[in-house]
């Protein structure tokens, strides 16, 4: 399983980008990448799956260079209720594993 | 939305008792999870199940946990004998057809031992 790595924290302001970049150096060729969010004292919930390039859904953007050894998650216009711990996670199968993750603050 | 849903919400129990988590996963999915997050820390992978059986397991996963799907429908983890350290959120999750694909969370069962 790749090993992934990611900010521990990040801050910002309502209405902010918000950029959460994730390095994955050994991800294989048959790897996805997955990012989720999760609120205090709820389950994960599934943001956006990408291979390469770029994806977007309503809720973010998920930009993979060429090379697909890292990420980037993309959280436009962001408000308070996206305060969250956001997790970047690589390959998956039948034991998914999570990361630290990335928990970011939104500040009014 | 289908959900997946997880009873009970909160356990409270003496260390020692047997308890068991229940699940139920998204109809027509196929794979089934149990994370534990103990308060403050990283969402932990205990097992996946496949086909009536465990597919993966972590070290966490030792002899006292077990998990099985009796009626074709609900998902349970039993803790034979619980410690002080078990206290934790335990996430059941379900996945469709694809290995590959979304991972769809349940609230959680928040397991507290005295």
């Not at chain 1, 910002?12 to 980008?17: A, H, I, P, T």
């Not at chain 2, 799907?69 to 057809?97: H, W």
Request: aromatic share 12%.
């Amino acid at each position: 399983l790749a090993k992934t790595t990611q900010p521990i924290s990040m801050d910002s302001y309502e209405g902010q980008e918000v950029n959460i970049t994730c390095s994955h150096n050994n991800i294989a060729t048959n790897d996805y990448i997955t990012w989720y969010q999760q609120f205090p004292s709820q389950g994960p919930r599934f943001i956006i799956q990408g291979y390469k390039t770029k994806v977007t859904n309503e809720v973010a953007s998920l930009f993979i260079p060429a090379d697909r050894k890292s990420s980037t998650l993309s959280l436009p216009r962001v408000s308070l209720s996206d305060t969250a711990v956001y997790y970047c996670l690589v390959g998956g199968g039948f034991k998914t594993i999570f990361g630290a993750g990335t928990r970011l603050f939104v500040k009014a | 939305e289908p959900e997946v849903t997880q009873t009970p919400s909160h356990q409270v129990t003496q260390m020692g008792q047997e308890v068991i988590l229940r699940c139920v996963p998204i109809s027509n999915h196929l794979y089934f999870y149990w994370y534990r997050q103990i308060l403050g820390q990283k969402v932990e992978f205990l097992v996946s199940f496949y086909n009536n059986e465990i597919s993966e397991k972590s070290e966490i996963f030792d002899d006292q946990f077990s998990v099985e799907r009796p009626d074709g429908s609900n998902f349970t983890l039993k803790i034979r004998s619980t410690k002080l350290e078990d206290s934790a959120m335990y996430f059941c999750a379900t996945q469709g057809v694809n290995l590959s694909g979304e991972l769809f969370f349940g609230e959680g069962s928040r397991l507290t031992v005295l």
